[in-house]
């Protein structure tokens, strides 16, 4: 079966940090490329990051690129997100997900999705 969890998310105030875990099972976790997506209520889902099979290979979303990291350990099926200088506008649902083969930023392309952990940023 299987499965992403997600680590808690959590109140964080502007410009603090916070990083969310992703642990997979169920497949070959080497084989399939990894995304965090994040959503807010009355808007489709959008990309945020992703990381290749190999971990050499990276991309973000414009608005979050050189303020999060996105990372993985391949020996722990874990996924990463370093989220840093947080924003209020950064306040949304954050959801990992897992392709086979290659990474995308395009959530139709995603086989497999976590529960989802709520992330606020807010004084």
């Known amino acids: 079966q299987v499965k992403l969890v997600e680590s808690a998310g959590g109140l964080v105030q502007p410009g603090g940090s916070l990083r969310l875990s992703c642990a997979a099972s169920?497949?070959?976790?080497?084989?399939?490329?990894m995304g965090w997506f994040r959503q807010v209520p009355g808007k489709e889902r959008s990309f945020v990051a992703a990381?290749?099979?190999?971990?050499?290979?990276?991309f973000y979303a414009d608005s979050v690129k050189g303020r999060f990291t996105i990372s993985r350990d391949n020996a722990m099926n874990t996924v990463y997100l370093q989220m840093n200088s947080l924003k209020p506008e950064d306040t949304a649902v954050y959801y990992c997900?897992?392709?086979?083969?290659?990474?995308?930023?395009?959530?139709?392309?995603?086989?497999?999705w976590g529960q989802g952990t709520q992330v606020t940023v807010s004084s």
């Open positions: 169920g497949f070959t976790f080497d084989d399939y490329g």
């Open positions: 990381v290749a099979w190999g971990g050499a290979s990276t």
């Open positions: 997900a897992a392709q086979r083969g290659m990474a995308t930023r395009y959530k139709e392309d995603y086989d497999h």
